[in-house]
């Protein structure tokens, strides 16, 4: 069981915003960097933010993280079918001394 | 452009062991922190190991501790995991995964995966 909690599943029509929430603890998203990561089925995952709001060179504005206290949220706007996928946060976790995953969301264009 | 290859995976009885090797290339290996990542069959994404760029370094999740041996040869661009006393729950697809620093942040590139199956 992951120590970083997401909701199963979030949706939204095309052109429209979601959010996904991760929970967290002091020992992990509270103290330390937050990433994101998307996967299409069958398929390796993908960094999308790291840092916690920091993007990759050549990844979509649309695609934003923040971070406020033991939470973070990957922001997806102007959805896209084509951002039809799971998506994972993931942190270090000092007291584990482990990198964790959140326990993974669905997107799904309406 | 990085490419990491993973190899070894297969079927293995609950208590044999099994070892792992990911082929390196495209970048200058030794300067990240490199990672196992593996994922259960319709599950989530499961933290296995990390170890450092000089090999000084290494961590590993609760469930593997003991059992799992990280380690990378810089001289060959290799990294490797020992899987040792493996149980049915260590099935799954086993990600190679390179960091951005020089040992853990964020993983910025994966492998396809090995597919390890534990049965009997």
């Known amino acids: 069981q992951s120590v970083l909690t997401q909701p199963p599943s979030v949706s939204a029509a095309p052109g429209q915003k979601v959010t996904i929430s991760c929970s967290g603890t002091?020992?992990?998203?509270?103290?330390?960097?937050v990433s994101w990561y998307q996967q299409f089925p069958g398929t390796a995952p993908k960094l999308l933010i790291y840092e916690n709001n920091k993007r990759l060179s050549g990844m979509p504005d649309r695609f934003s993280g923040s971070k406020s206290g033991t939470s973070a949220t990957l922001g997806i706007s102007g959805l896209q079918t084509g951002d039809e996928a799971d998506y994972y946060c993931g942190t270090w976790d000092s007291s584990l001394s482990a990198y964790v995953f959140g326990t993974g969301t669905e997107v799904t264009v309406l | 452009q990085v490419q990491l290859v993973e190899t070894g995976g297969g079927v293995v009885q609950p208590g044999r062991s099994l070892r792992l090797s990911c082929a390196a290339s495209?970048?200058?290996?030794?300067?990240?922190?490199m990672q196992w990542v593996r994922q259960a069959p319709g599950q989530g994404l499961e933290w296995v190991a990390v170890i450092s760029n000089d090999g000084n370094n290494k961590y590993y999740a609760d469930s593997v501790k003991g059992r799992f041996t990280i380690s990378r040869d810089n001289s060959k661009n290799m990294l490797f995991l020992q899987l040792n006393s493996l149980r049915a729950e260590d099935t799954a697809v086993y990600h190679c995964?390179?960091?951005?620093?020089?040992?853990?942040?964020?993983?910025?590139?994966w492998g396809r995966g090995t597919l390890v199956s534990v049965s009997s």
């Open positions: 002091s020992s992990n998203i509270g103290n330390n960097y």
């Open positions: 495209g970048f200058t290996f030794s300067t990240y922190g």
């Open positions: 995964a390179k960091d951005l620093t020089t040992l853990i942040l964020a993983i910025d590139s």
